[in-house]
T-cell receptor, first 113, second 113 residues
Framework: DQQVKQNSPSLSVQEGRISILNCDYT??????FLWYKKYPAEGPTFLIS?????DKNEDGRFTVFLNKSAKHLSLHIVPSQPGDSAVYFC????????????FGTGTSLTVIP | DVKVTQSSRYLVKRTGEKVFLECVQD?????MFWYRQDPGLGLRLIYF???????EKGDIPEGYSVSREKKERFSLILESASTNQTSMYLC????????????FGQGTRLTVV
């Protein structure tokens, strides 16, 4: 039962344009959300996070938006750069069992020069 | 910087062999995790541990076991390797508590022939 879903397996964007990666979740008890970036043959690296008390968090070119009523979050990358080409995973933590992470299936982003 | 180190980047093992994957973290983290990553399936949790000698099953524990004899070290054991265990294995650790990120190792690409 996939509680965190990334419905777009892949996304291609021109360099300099905005990349928008989407993530949906089903469990209303999730209250902390993270985005990870993964290059081939490497481990995921933390990118940005947001707690349920916020609806937006920004870090440089990366912004994460959270819509709790829709159980939806998105990652915006502006402007997109070729080095952003990677697989992006969203993850969620449960309010009561914060030790465990629930990951989506990933979206492969390709930024075309 | 937190460092999570996995003992091997690439492994090739034969069907039926007993396989040990080792993971060490240097930040005194309480929680450690083993995931496998497969195309289209994202990161799936195999086992996690929230303390020395403690372990919890994740979503796909069948065919695996784990050992945590020291706080910094978490081992994944494939009792009798099978071809369907060919995958990328990722170790992660977090400090105790909520709203914290997970730090990942570089991954071990295991091929069972």
């Amino acid at each position: 039962d996939q509680q965190v879903k990334q419905n777009s397996p892949s996304l291609s964007v021109q360099e300099g344009r905005i990349s928008i990666l989407n993530c949906d979740y089903t469990n209303s008890m999730f209250d902390y959300f993270l985005w990870y970036k993964k290059y081939p043959a490497e481990g995921p690296t933390f990118l940005i996070s947001i707690s349920s008390i916020k609806d937006k968090n920004e870090d440089g070119r990366f912004t994460v938006f959270l819509n709790k009523s829709a159980k939806h979050l998105s990652l915006h990358i502006v402007p997109s750069q070729p080095g952003d080409s990677a697989v992006y995973f969203c993850a969620a933590q449960h309010r009561n069992t914060g030790n465990q992470f629930y990951f989506g299936t990933g979206t492969s982003l390709t930024v075309i020069p | 910087d937190v460092k999570v180190t996995q003992s091997s980047r690439y492994l090739v093992k034969r069907t039926g062999e007993k396989v040990f994957l080792e993971c060490v973290q240097d930040m005194d983290h309480e929680n450690m995790f083993w995931y496998r990553q497969d195309p289209g399936l994202g990161l799936r949790l195999i086992y996690f541990s929230y303390d020395v000698k403690m372990k919890e099953k994740g979503d796909i524990p069948e065919g695996y076991s784990v050992s945590r004899e020291k706080k910094e070290r978490f081992s994944l054991i494939l009792e009798s390797a099978s071809t369907n265990q060919t995958s990328m294995y990722l170790c992660a650790s977090t400090s105790g508590g909520f709203w914290t990120e997970a730090f990942f190792g570089q991954g071990t690409r295991l091929t069972v022939v």
